[in-house]
């Protein structure tokens, strides 16, 4: 089965340190993988997603993510917070070895920028 | 303006009266699914749908169903609501499988 595992559920930063969102990831194929961020009282928001090629994948805002096979991680990352990054971020996984379509997210991060 | 829609945004009821939570995009997407979204569990997929007539169960699809029967609607029904369906509940789009999903606005439903 495909899961996601999102290991703080919580991460405080001061605005301008870098911002780091942990993400694994369990398939039995290879994995298409998003980052999804919701700001308080609204829908959610594609960020960015790894289909295949190049390992470092830039998406918007600013944000990035580097999908790392070996250790089945897709951390979100950004060089410099901002007060207004402060939401909640999903990771979703789908295994594109399944015959499904079935789309997997995790339990959410809550990032809190701190001017 | 491209965008999925859903209504209501916020419905109050009672258990065991049937309800339908609507949801529509204009974008020609094949790809729809509803989720829902509790504290501390993320978002649970209930159903897909991959194409008109084409529909199938996600993660928790117990005590919900859905149709497809036109490319831009994908509706929510709960026969018998039960509180433990009370949630925050979102439908998204994507051109195909899952890729790129756009959500709607969120249905908050609370069953008493």
């Known amino acids: 089965a495909q899961s996601v595992a999102q290991p703080e559920d919580q991460v405080n930063v001061a605005e301008g340190n870098p911002l780091t969102v942990k993400c694994t990831y369990s398939?039995?194929?290879?994995?298409?993988l998003f980052w999804y961020v919701q700001y308080p009282n609204r829908g959610l928001q594609f960020l960015l997603k790894?289909?295949?090629?190049?390992?470092l994948v830039k998406g918007s805002y600013g944000f990035e993510a580097e999908f790392n096979k070996s250790q089945t991680s897709f951390h979100l990352k950004k060089p410099s917070a901002l007060v207004s990054d402060s939401a909640l971020y999903f990771c979703?996984?789908?295994?594109?070895?399944?015959?499904?379509?079935?789309?997997?997210f995790g339990a959410g991060t809550t990032v809190t920028v701190r001017a | 303006e491209a965008q999925v829609t859903q209504n209501p945004r916020y419905l109050i009821t009672v258990t065991g009266k049937k309800l339908t939570v609507t949801c529509s995009q204009n974008?020609?997407?094949?790809?729809m699914s509803w989720y829902r979204q509790d504290p501390g569990l993320g978002l649970r997929q209930i159903y897909y749908?991959?194409?008109?007539?084409?529909?199938d169960k996600g993660d928790v699809p117990e005590g919900y169903k859905v149709s497809r029967k036109e490319k831009r609607n994908f509706p929510l029904i709960l026969e018998s609501p039960s509180p433990n369906q009370t949630s925050l509940y979102f439908c998204?789009?994507?051109?195909?499988?899952?890729?790129?999903?756009?959500f709607g606005p969120g249905t908050r439903l609370t069953v008493l």
């Open positions: 398939v039995s194929g290879n994995p298409y």
């Open positions: 979703a996984v789908r295994d594109a070895g399944r015959s499904d379509y079935k789309l997997s």
């Open positions: 749908s991959m194409n008109v007539e084409v529909t």
């Open positions: 790894y289909i295949t090629g190049d390992n």
């Open positions: 974008m020609n997407h094949e790809y």
């Open positions: 998204a789009s994507s051109l195909r499988a899952p890729d790129t999903q756009y």
